[in-house]
């Protein structure tokens, strides 16, 4: 296959020498022009708003009072146990994609099947959990036939443990598309690395621990920035759905995207949202700007320039 | 095909065990939608006494009341949002992913971040201001502004995947083919593409489904009834005082079905795409 | 402020005066019907209500078809809005000063901050107050300073009581007349695994009827739960903290499915319809079906929620009205508002009832067309029902601790007095955020 790149262009000679920048804003710009419209006034609007009151010049007065706001701070302290999903669901990831990787019969079957719940829409996801997840649901009838009626729960009435079961869905759904990017870049990778490890006879599991995942690291790295991107901004449809839109029972669900739209729509302070949403941006370009840290740290020198 | 996946079986994780992970797995996976298929054919009172059962007769009232006269507009409007967004998105995410990928310019690494991080903007927090230039546009509830806007949000996450990937594409083939005269243009559609298959084909996917599913922004800047995506029109039968399950289950099943035979017919199209990305990291 | 207050009845009356005048001159209102315009012209309409009252989007349908009739140059279009999109679109539109022209608000607060938002053109600036007078709960909820913003739509007597008689005699009980009773009631159906009581939190608003059925009958009005809200009073004193622990006390007698928690309120209702609960709290406009399921008058009782105070509002049945308003932005208001009236004419009224089952916002509705005695008896209690408390605090209160509070109570996570002292501090913290809200209700129960 490697061949294409010897039959491309024999015309001789380079290219016109253009600035790097200027070259690569033709290709930048069709995107650049849709960002700005979509996201350069809804920004700036965003901003100015969070420093003012109905019309007026506030400082930042709509920060103290959100930053001091126990909901807010309770939706934020719930992002941030979120988080904790992520490190479980690429390792899930992980497992099944080598798992499907080693498994020739009916792997089309089980890929499909794991895939299924990343095509599903939210709301079905939302109304078929909340019965699984009842105090008289599937989940502890089946835990009461096999004898595990201890472990029965309120799943979703019970505030000490609803963040976890909503958790456990959000993991549910989005762990397949996980297991289809990994996959997709083990599959890519050359044959030998794993003929070498079958001559040491190291054991599966190792083999792909130790050899496998350095090779992916950087879709790793990828999917991991995405999902914890998910759990800071991007998990309003599970929560709204999953508790009506109210973030409840009591406050154990509410997060920080149901906070800003509850303060802009419910409550209408949309100053107080937008003084909300600079935060949780804030907080996100953080995390953000942390993980391309520790990637450019971990796969430099494996992969790209 | 380069690929050899003998040898590494009957060690540590047996065949057995690994089928029986695959096995529980999917079986996981599948009950909700299982649920959500079967729910459909019941009626209210059938599915209050048994969610999860066969059906005790087959009941077609949900699928009536999910077929309203919008129904056939809604699978429209939904297939044209759709199919615009992610073939826009793709296409210019693959032209902006290239040339932060292949012209090391200077200030590369900051436009970069700053595009990625607009990914962490809660699209709840876009509603007010967008809809008010939707209002000084014109163009509230039009599919061209809802399609703009998808593009918009799937931007930042393409582009930063489809960077990710140009970037892994190993320098000694660019580099083979500038010496030989190619373009940036000719390198990028005879190269870079055909090598981008799997990534190319899963952003689509992942687009496509997000596209399909999304509600928050369908519901605001799509008021009128004939211009509604399916998604929306189906949550209208979820309410605030009752929830007509099976018509809720059967409209999502109708809704879930193209994106269910889509994937499975394009299973084969799908692989083709992932085995096609082999060559790269060599 | 004695001025001031008189400064205000007297305009009020003068206005009234007014419109009275106006309206009984026969030129004035000929001269009305020029200024109605000629040229074709759409109105756009966004409102929810199908849920509790199915059969209005047919209702909707028909009145804009048959206004269209009348007026060939008005195009009438509806949108019907799901519960999520209801107030979003609406909070869109206003900020972009653009959108429907006829709008729908639930009662109360929910049509009262729009108005305080400049969202909405009052009813009153296009109807007159005769026509007004008719409209079921206008002046309580919808009233501000002398204006009216929004005109009732149809009625929700908010929220009865559904006995099932069958369950009750099967164990040797009759209907509760008061809260003890009740209580007794719950001890022994509970000993024989029987849910007296079906209902579900889970989706919240259940938290919110629970407080206007059971916080209601402490206090003497509307007046004394605003009074709460500006900080003249407390949430924590004894009138207005406590319905908590008589809510508490109905968890102790297990009255509740335990499965409350996990259970959006339909779903829980329809425990009662089959049979498996002796009682449940429906929808106004939902109940006379739900009676009809569950066998008719002849099991089915239809009351208020037995009383546990002497309070004037115990034992008596809420009211609120589901209203249509109409935005500032719409280009015809008199036509939005005309289109309003229209669907008050006795034929449209007759209408409704017949295709909801509900009764409309409109005491010249002509009650003996209804044959069910329960549901008469539930249409004539909502004409002159005790004001729906839920309508009369901040919804942010509402949903953040009303709804939140009710939940932890029945899960047992709550004391009542750490749920009366959390809504204390919730108001407290809420004046400070909302910065007008004191002004604002302050004005309001004036």
Redesign the interface.
């Known amino acids: 296959?490697?061949k294409?790149?010897?039959t491309?262009?024999?015309?001789?000679?380079?290219?016109r020498t253009i600035?790097?920048?200027q070259?690569?804003?033709?290709?930048?710009s069709?995107?650049?022009i849709?960002?700005i419209?979509?996201?350069g006034?809804?920004?700036i609007?965003?901003f100015t708003q969070s420093f003012r009151?109905?019309g007026k010049w506030v400082a930042f007065e709509n920060f103290t009072?959100v930053l001091t706001?126990p909901?807010f701070q309770t939706a934020l302290k719930h992002n941030f146990y979120l988080l904790f999903t992520v490190p479980v669901m690429v390792f899930l990831a992980f497992?099944?994609a080598v798992?499907?990787?080693?498994?020739?019969r009916?792997m089309?079957?089980?890929r499909?099947?794991?895939?299924?719940?990343?095509?599903?829409?939210?709301?079905?996801?939302a109304?078929?959990?909340?019965?699984?997840?009842?105090?008289?649901?599937?989940l502890n009838i089946f835990l009461t036939a096999i004898g595990l009626d201890g472990f029965a729960q309120?799943?979703?009435?019970?505030?000490k443990i609803a963040l976890g079961t909503m958790a456990s869905v959000i993991l549910?759904k989005e762990v397949?598309?996980g297991v289809?990017?990994l996959?997709?870049h083990i599959?890519?990778?050359?044959?030998e690395v794993?003929?070498a490890?079958?001559i040491d006879?190291?054991?599966?599991?190792?083999?792909h621990w130790s050899i496998t995942r350095p090779?992916i690291m950087?879709?790793i790295v990828?999917f991991s920035?995405?999902e914890a991107?998910t759990m800071?901004?991007?998990v309003?449809?599970y929560v709204?759905v999953m508790?009506?839109?109210?973030g409840?029972?009591?406050?154990s669900t509410l997060v920080?995207?149901l906070y800003?739209?509850?303060s802009?729509?419910?409550?209408?302070?949309?100053e107080?949202?937008?003084a909300a949403?600079v935060c949780?941006?804030l907080c996100?370009?953080l995390?953000?700007?942390a993980f391309?840290r520790i990637q450019r740290r971990s796969i430099s020198g494996t992969?790209?320039? | 095909m380069s690929i050899t996946r003998s040898g590494i079986h009957g060690s540590l994780l047996g065949g057995a065990s690994r089928y029986l992970l695959l096995t529980f797995m999917a079986a996981t996976a599948l009950i909700p939608g299982y649920i959500m298929f079967v729910g459909a054919f019941k009626t209210q009172a059938d599915f209050l006494n048994s969610p999860y059962g066969i059906p005790a007769s087959l009941s077609f009232g949900g699928f009536r009341s999910a077929w309203t006269d919008k129904f056939p507009q809604w699978l429209i409007n939904s297939f044209v949002i759709t199919t615009g967004s992610v073939v826009v998105s793709v296409f210019i995410a693959s032209l902006a992913a290239w040339g932060f990928a292949h012209f090391p310019f200077k200030g590369r690494e900051t436009v970069l971040g700053v595009t990625v991080s607009l990914m962490v903007v809660p699209p709840v927090v876009l509603l007010i201001p967008l809809f008010q230039v939707g209002v000084h546009l014109g163009l509230i509830s039009t599919l061209r502004l809802v399609i703009i806007i998808y593009v918009g949000l799937m931007l930042p996450f393409s582009i930063y995947m489809l960077t990710n990937y140009f970037k892994s594409i190993p320098n000694s083939i660019l580099e083979s083919a500038s010496v030989d005269g190619a373009s940036p243009l000719r390198i990028f559609s005879s190269i870079v593409i055909p090598l981008s298959g799997a990534p190319l084909i899963t952003l689509g996917v992942v687009n496509l489904l997000w596209a399909w599913n999304e509600l928050l922004l369908a519901l605001v800047f799509l008021q009128s009834n004939e211009k509604r995506t399916l998604m929306v029109g189906i949550t209208g039968f979820q309410s605030r005082y009752s929830l007509d399950i099976p018509t809720v289950m059967a409209g999502m099943s109708i809704a879930t079905l193209p994106l269910v035979v889509a994937y499975l017919f394009g299973q084969r199209f799908f692989i083709a795409g992932l085995t096609a990305g082999s060559v790269k990291g060599e | 402020m004695n001025s001031r207050k008189n400064f205000i009845i007297g305009t009020a009356v003068l206005a009234l005066l007014l419109t009275a005048c106006s309206s009984s001159s026969k030129d004035v209102s000929t001269a009305k019907k020029i200024t109605f315009p000629t040229e074709d012209l759409t109105l756009n309409i966004s409102w929810w209500g199908e849920q509790e009252a199915p059969g209005a989007t047919k209702w909707l349908e028909e009145t804009m078809a048959l206004y269209h009739k009348e007026h060939p140059n008005v195009t009438m279009k509806q949108v019907l809005q799901t519960t999520e999109g209801l107030v979003p679109a609406f909070e869109a539109a206003a900020a972009a000063g653009a959108g429907p022209d006829i709008q729908y608000f639930w009662g109360g607060i929910y049509a009262q901050q729009p108005g305080w938002d400049g969202h909405i053109a009052p009813i009153s600036d296009y109807l007159d107050a005769e026509e007004l007078s008719h409209y079921i709960n206008a002046g309580v909820e919808e009233g501000y300073q002398g204006k009216i913003w929004t005109a009732p739509w149809y009625v929700n007597p908010s929220f009865p009581l559904l006995v099932r008689k069958d369950i009750l005699e099967k164990n040797g009980l009759t209907t509760p007349a008061n809260w003890d009773e009740l209580m007794k009631v719950c001890d022994v159906l509970s000993k024989k695994k029987i849910t007296t009581i079906a209902g579900g939190v889970k989706d919240g608003w259940f938290g919110g009827w629970i407080y206007s059925i059971l916080g209601g009958q402490s206090v003497q009005s509307q007046k004394d739960v605003i009074n709460a809200v500006v900080g003249n009073t407390s949430f924590t004193d004894p009138e207005h903290a406590g319905w908590w622990v008589k809510l508490a006390e109905s968890k102790t007698h297990k009255c509740w499915n335990d499965d409350i928690n996990s259970l959006e309120l339909y779903q829980a209702q329809q425990r009662f319809v089959d049979g498996k609960a002796a009682m449940t709290i429906t929808a106004g406009p939902d109940a006379p079906n739900f009676a009809k399921k569950a066998g008719g008058d002849s099991n089915v009782t239809i009351m208020a929620m037995p009383a546990w105070s002497d309070g004037p509002m115990a034992g008596k049945m809420g009211t609120t009205s589901q209203t249509l308003g109409i935005t500032k932005w719409s280009k015809y208001p008199q036509v939005a508002a005309d289109f309003i009236k229209f669907g008050h004419t006795a034929e449209r009224l007759n209408a409704w009832y017949k295709l909801t089952g509900s009764m409309p916002a409109d005491d010249r509705f002509d009650l003996t067309q209804v044959e069910s005695q329960s549901t008469k008896a539930l249409f004539e209690s909502a004409i002159s029902g005790a004001p729906y408390l839920e309508n009369f605090i901040p919804a942010q209160l509402d949903a953040e601790a009303v709804f939140k509070n009710v939940q932890l109570i029945l899960k047992g996570s709550v004391t009542p007095e750490a749920a009366a002292a959390d809504m204390q501090a919730q108001m407290e913290r809420l004046r400070k955020t909302d910065r007008k809200l004191v002004d604002n209700f302050t004005a309001w129960s004036k």
Do not use: C, H
Not at chain 1, 23 to 28: C, E, G, H, P
Not at chain 1, 112 to 125: E, R, T
Not at chain 1, 243 to 246: A, D, F, P, R, Y
């Open positions: 296959m490697l294409q790149a010897s491309v262009g024999a015309r001789n000679g380079r290219p600035s790097a920048g070259q690569a804003l033709k290709w930048i069709p995107a650049g849709v960002l419209f979509v996201f006034y809804s920004l609007s965003l009151y109905d009072l706001d909901l497992l099944l798992t499907l990787f080693e498994t020739r009916g089309s079957f089980y499909a099947a794991v895939f299924l719940p990343y095509v599903l829409p939210i709301p079905v996801v109304v078929v959990f909340g019965q699984i997840y009842q105090l008289r649901g599937a309120d799943w979703l009435g019970e505030p549910w397949g598309f289809i990017l996959l997709a599959i890519s990778l050359p044959s794993f003929e490890s079958r006879g190291a054991g599966f599991f190792r083999v090779q950087n879709t990828f920035v995405i991107i800071v901004s991007w309003f449809n709204y508790s009506n839109g109210l409840g029972p009591g406050d920080s995207e800003i739209y509850r802009a729509f419910s409550n209408k302070a949309p107080l949202a937008a949403a949780l941006f996100t370009l995390l953000v700007v391309f992969f790209g320039r």
